[in-house]
Each structure stands twice: as structure tokens, then as C-alpha cells.
């Protein structure tokens, strides 16, 4: 099956800093979504962004599915962006199953 | 608030226990998913329902059972569980995807399951 790693696994930042997250999938993929996990366990849906670039405040997201991978940027980070990101890919065949992958625990600190 | 909501949040229950887990969208969708969240785990697919129907299956253990009465409605029966099957279990919806194309998936809160 697909493989999808995320990295880096842990980030610490301070308030104000800049941040990119990667994802790397070893397939073709149909569909990739990134969502923050807040504390409380909440995922919230950052983007839908199967191809190219989108950008939705301080955030924003590229993916570039020929060479397999996408990018989450977080600009002028806050406190209130501390959690889990995850990355999650729809590939082949299926049309429905999100395969997930393993996450960056980000920290901000003030 | 994503429009899907979950309950009950936390759940406590012993091995020998039955409860079920409440899933409910208010965004008009018409596909349904249960994923499970373990300690140092990625987030796996359960069940998908697209139209009441179920669609995936991803060999999960009969002691989890779902339940899609309507499109607006899911619950996950569950039965003599282990405490191994203490996790979030996290509800999602979404389009159909009946016609091919993957769509946009959307999480309630998740519920808490601690089995002892």
C-alpha cells in the first residue's frame, strides 16, 4: 500500500517564527487533505488540495503530485496553532479511504 | 464546529459491557466513516457508508458493529471490547463518492473509549 511520512515528527517554535511541514507519499495520489489536530482531539480541515497551490490566511499549502510530496506552510505562527498536523492522501482505485499519516507535533511557545 | 458532532466525548466501559457511539451530520452529505485513533498509531479507516450502504469494511473485528439507519445518523455498537480497543474513535462524512471522484472529508470530535 501507499506509504505517506510527514516530517519533521516534533517542531518548536516561538511565536512570530515561520514553519514548513512536509509530506511525502510513495504513489499517485487522487486526493490530499491536511487537517490540525487541536488538543481536545479535534481535526479540522485545513485544505483540500490535491494539486497545486492554495493559501487561506496565515496558512498555506502546495502540493506537487508529480514528484509525490506537499508542503503546509504556517506564517507568523501563534500559540493557538499548536497540535498535530497530519497529511492524508486518497490514492488508486479507492475513492473514500484516507490513509493517514503519522503527523508533526507542533509547539508555539510564547 | 465542522456541522458533524459526536457523543457520547468520553466513554468509560468494562470488557463485558454494551454501548454505542453516536454520530450525526448536519452538512448534507451522503457518505459516512468511522476511523480509529490509537496511542502511536496513525488514524485508520473502520467502516465507510455511502447512501446507507456499507461500502469498506477494513477487517475490523465483529465485536465493533455500525449502524447507518440514514444518511444523517451513524453509530458504532460495541461489545465485549479488550482494552486494547481504547482509542478515539472518530466520525467523518462527505459527498458520495458513488461517482469516482474522492471528496472532501469532514471529522466530528471524536469520542474518548477507555475499556478497562
Known amino acids: 500500500g501507499i506509504q505517506v511520512e510527514q516530517s519533521p515528527p516534533d517542531l518548536i517554535l516561538q511565536e512570530g517564527a515561520n514553519s514548513t511541514l512536509r509530506c511525502n507519499f510513495s504513489?499517485?495520489?487522487?486526493?490530499l487533505q491536511w487537517f490540525h489536530q487541536n488538543p481536545w482531539g479535534q481535526l479540522i480541515n485545513l485544505f483540500y488540495?490535491?494539486?497545486g497551490t492554495k493559501q487561506n490566511g496565515r496558512l498555506s499549502a502546495t502540493t506537487v503530485a508529480t514528484e509525490r510530496y506537499s508542503l503546509l506552510y504556517i506564517s507568523s505562527s501563534q500559540t493557538t496553532d499548536s497540535g498535530v498536523y497530519f497529511c492524508?492522501?486518497?490514492?488508486?482505485?479507492?475513492?473514500?479511504?484516507?490513509?493517514f499519516g503519522t503527523g508533526t507535533l507542533l509547539a508555539v511557545q510564547p | 464546529e465542522t456541522g458533524v458532532t459526536q457523543t457520547p466525548r468520553h466513554l468509560v466501559m468494562g470488557m463485558t459491557n454494551k454501548k454505542s457511539l453516536k454520530c450525526e451530520q448536519h452538512?448534507?452529505?451522503?457518505?459516512m466513516y468511522w476511523y480509529k485513533q490509537s496511542a502511536k498509531k496513525p488514524l485508520e479507516l473502520m467502516f465507510v457508508?455511502?447512501?446507507?450502504?456499507?461500502?469498506e469494511n477494513n477487517s475490523v473485528p465483529s465485536r465493533f458493529s455500525p449502524e447507518c439507519p440514514n444518511s444523517s445518523h451513524l453509530f458504532l455498537h460495541l461489545h465485549t471490547l479488550q482494552p486494547e480497543d481504547s482509542a478515539l474513535y472518530l466520525c467523518?462524512?462527505?459527498?458520495?463518492?458513488?461517482?469516482?471522484?474522492?471528496?472532501?472529508?469532514?471529522f466530528g470530535p471524536g469520542t474518548r473509549l477507555t475499556v478497562l
Open positions: 504513489d499517485s495520489v487522487n486526493n
Open positions: 488540495i490535491p494539486s
Open positions: 452538512l448534507g452529505h451522503n457518505a
Open positions: 467523518a462524512s462527505s459527498h458520495s463518492t458513488s461517482g469516482g471522484v474522492p471528496r472532501e472529508q469532514f
Open positions: 457508508y455511502n447512501f446507507k450502504e456499507q461500502t
Open positions: 492524508a492522501v486518497i490514492y488508486g482505485g479507492a475513492t473514500n479511504k484516507l490513509i
